[in-house]
């Protein structure tokens, strides 16, 4: 669980929002805890003239998973043409960023770093990418998916994973350098780039769209709503009774109007999943009745909802539920979910409950999923709520045609 938060907290960060000195060097495959960055930078000191990079040390036994082989890096050279290769595949550096870059390899990554940031001590981390045959060895992380190596039956899946922290001297430049921004701003055309070394093919935006992963799961909702499944068969089929309760509503005659799906990366691992929820208007547009993803390349549900007990998606990647029981109890909590995962991770969870206190009914957990609770104001209340109501109002697409 220690790691899942961890997860939950760093799936936000964004490198232009850091605003402290933070001096870590970032191996191409994980980062560094709090005491892995000062045994870090102290080895990047020790050992700058050498422009070394070294892998972080590990404490956490969940992070020891990977093999010391796994961890290693070694620095490479780009040919004539800035092509950078590790054996499994290549990519090329455009030529505005020669002489600007230090590149390290393991056997499934390729990481560019700020050469002058890197002899500074501060790390330099830029991006890497990296190539998984199993998504289960990066799901939970900070890699976001670009497409898929396809080779026969063998597949890879690509991902570019970036700095969540500063790796410059902040002190002396509170800007990212020009030589860092330059370097940075060669990722969409080195992802563009990818090779295979052994044959097959790069398919840029392979295995990320809902249209190329959900076809079959909508087909299945056509057939459930055109055919009137009644709410013990969707649920048996993992879909919202729901459908069946829309469909009586209308009479039958416009169901397959009424429902519809809408594709959306509800976690930011570049990877969509699949909403199916009612076509409406007002606080009810954009309700989620169903959430597939992807779990190990294949489309997996998630979680079904109900009228007093309904979800939303959130701008920024997380997902909302709202759970009534009458006027005078509502909870309302957000969760991240975990990719390549049907793990939902609580993130902030407020209850409205005149039940148990008529005066005071305003609460917040810190530990949802063991159903603790604890007194706030109605004005952190208001706050709390105010920070998860960014919902993505879907302009679902109907079932019929």
Known sequence: MKKKLIVAILAGCMLALCACNTTVNVNSNAGASSDDQAKTEAKTEDTADDKTIEAAEVEDAEDTADSDEERKSKEIQPDADGVLSNGLFTITVPKKADGLYLAYATDNSIGLYDKAANADGFGGYVFSIQA???????????????GEIRNGDTTYDMTVMEATDVQWDYNKSPDMPESYSTIY????????????????????????????????????????????????????????SMYYAIAQYDGGAN?????????????????????????????????IYDIYT????????????????????LKGGIILNEASGGAELTETVSY????NSTEMIPQIAVKYDSYDDEANPWYKSNNYEKGEWEKITEDEYNEYVQRISDVIRFDYTPFGN
């Not at 169901?255 to 208007?281: K, P, R, T």
């Not at 992807?294 to 998606?313: F, I, L, N, Q, W």
């Not at 991240?336 to 990719?339: A, G, R």
Request: hydrophobic share 30%; net charge negative; aromatic share 10%.
């Open 185 to 240: 701003s060669c990722k969409e055309d080195v992802i563009a780039s990818i090779k295979p070394v052994d044959g097959g093919e790069f398919v840029a935006g392979g295995g990320t769209s809902g249209e190329e992963l959900y076809g079959d799961v909508i087909d299945q909702f056509k057939k459930a709503i055109s055919e009137g499944w009644d709410g013990e068969k969707l649920e048996k089929n993992k879909m919202s």
């Open 255 to 287: 169901a397959m109007q009424s429902i519809g799906y809408a594709f959306v990366d509800l976690n930011s691992d570049g990877v969509d999943e699949l909403c199916v929820g009612e076509i409406s208007d007002g606080d009810w547009k954009g309700v």
């Open 132 to 146: 998984y045959s199993d998504p289960a060895q990066y799901g939970g992380g900070l890699d976001l998916k670009v």
């Open 336 to 339: 991240y979910l975990e990719p």
């Open 294 to 313: 992807m779990v190990d390349r294949k489309p997996t549900h998630v979680v079904s909802g109900y009228e007093r007990d309904r979800y939303y998606a």
